[in-house]
């Protein structure tokens, strides 16, 4: 299977675009508190002008149930990553009103107690992925800053055959991606300041480089 890519937190129909030009899988709309945060009407704005074989996935961060449906149904979104305090059963609420087509993402912030939420979600049926990424005492995403790739590498080769798919994120930018890939072997990999000139606007120049190498890497 091959490497799914998504470039997150675009802010623009001219970002979301070139990151399907340059082959990502995915873009990600944050609706969180972020120098990336987007409007509903803004995503709602971008989304009919992106390939339908882009993904648009929408992060939200403490949203309640009614938040979650209401942006995706209005955003055309065709899945949801969810921070945080969003319980065990909020997928299945979600699937239950938008049905199987939504990409259902958590994500596991790598630390202590990880391998254990890791698991929680590999056994909850309506969850599709499991986006592992970094935390700072200010930021829940986007933070720039990288993981113990080598002490998160047991947990990734432990689930490699497993249904549910295992994303690193946090902290990836086009010199890195490759080590990540190699070490990980991930499903996927998530970016987001790492191919930025300045928060919320995307470097075209390492946006794609970023793409090519963690194709290249993926072949290894």
């Known amino acids: 299977m091959s490497l799914w890519i998504k470039i997150c937190g ?3 129909l001219e970002d979301a675009r070139l990151a399907g030009e340059a082959g990502a899988d995915a873009v990600g709309f944050v609706f969180a508190p972020s120098p990336r945060r987007v409007t509903t009407a803004q995503v709602a704005s971008i ?15 403490n949203a309640g149930l009614d938040e979650i449906y209401t942006t995706v149904r209005v955003c055309g979104l065709t899945g949801v990553q969810l921070h945080s305090e969003a319980g065990p059963g909020v997928p299945g609420r979600l699937r239950e009103r938008l049905g199987r087509g939504l990409r259902i993402l958590r994500v596991v912030h790598f630390g202590d107690g990880a391998a254990e939420q890791i698991g929680q979600h590999m056994r909850n049926r309506d969850v599709d992925g499991v986006l592992v990424d970094s935390r700072t005492p200010t930021a829940v995403g986007g933070t720039g800053v990288t993981f113990d790739w080598a002490g998160a590498s047991a947990i990734f080769s432990r689930n490699a055959e497993a249904r549910k798919r295992l994303i690193a994120a946090g902290g990836l930018r086009p010199e890195n991606v490759a080590e990540a890939i190699l070490t990980l072997q991930p499903w996927g990999v998530d ?3 790492g191919v930025e000139s300045e928060p919320g606007k995307k470097d075209p120049e390492k946006l794609r480089t970023f793409v090519a190498k963690a194709r290249a890497a993926a072949q290894q």
């Open 191 to 193: 970016v987001a300041s």
């Open 10 to 12: 675009s802010t623009s």
């Open 47 to 61: 989304v009919p002008h992106l390939p339908a074989a882009v993904e648009k996935i929408g992060v939200f961060v």
